[in-house]
């Protein structure tokens, strides 16, 4: 579930106050890695009030620092995101754009670029400037995926998952 969907009133404030405690001293005594640079993400969003609140400079530059110790393509992702977090979505788009290269085998640049191009206050444009379902950059680099059918659109929005958590069947 989403972070900006979940009722953090519901979180248990002081399990993760300890956990916060618990990261702060292994931080301060310990050589940093790649799992409590991921816990120090965590604590930085749980932290935050609402999904709106967290620190998000601080989340990029950890995101950063995860990239450099633990390279992958997820985090590389999430950093996009970070990125987009911090300087709006256009700009989450052309680091995109320049990754897309490096990263076109990778299921979920779709899913990012689609989450990005649905911001919120983002201008949706198609051709000619037309208001439009999709734009003409997300269709550009959708079609250009491997394995997609030929006139398949690409991914617009957030996933649709049954109530598992899993996406639905394509038989019903």
């Known amino acids: 579930m989403p972070l900006a969907e979940q009722g953090r009133d ?3 404030r002081t399990a993760i106050a300890e956990g916060v405690a618990l990261l702060d001293g292994v931080l301060s005594e310990a050589e940093l890695g790649p799992l409590q ?11 935050a009030r609402s999904a709106e609140d967290p620190d998000r400079p601080r989340i990029l530059g950890l995101y950063g620092a995860l ?3 633990a390279p992958s393509p997820v985090v590389t992702l999430n950093r996009v995101v970070a990125l ?15 990754l897309a290269p490096s990263l076109a085998v990778h299921h979920r640049v779709d899913a ?6 649905g911001t ?9 400037g037309l208001p439009a379902r999709g734009t003409a950059h997300a269709e550009r680099s959708g079609a250009a ?11 617009s929005g957030t996933a ?3 109530g598992s958590g899993r996406a639905p069947s394509r038989g019903g």
Do not use: F, K, N, Y
């Open 112 to 117: 990012v670029r689609a989450h990005l191009l």
């Open 120 to 128: 919120p206050g983002r201008p949706r444009r198609g051709r000619g």
């Open 10 to 12: 519901l979180w248990d």
């Open 37 to 47: 640079v991921q816990a120090a993400i965590a604590a930085v969003h749980d932290d």
């Open 145 to 155: 995926l491997p394995g997609r059918p030929r006139g398949r659109p690409p991914v």
């Open 67 to 69: 990239e450099v110790l």
């Open 160 to 162: 649709v998952t049954s």
């Open 84 to 98: 987009a977090m911090v300087e709006g979505p256009d700009a989450g788009l052309a680091r995109l754009d320049v």
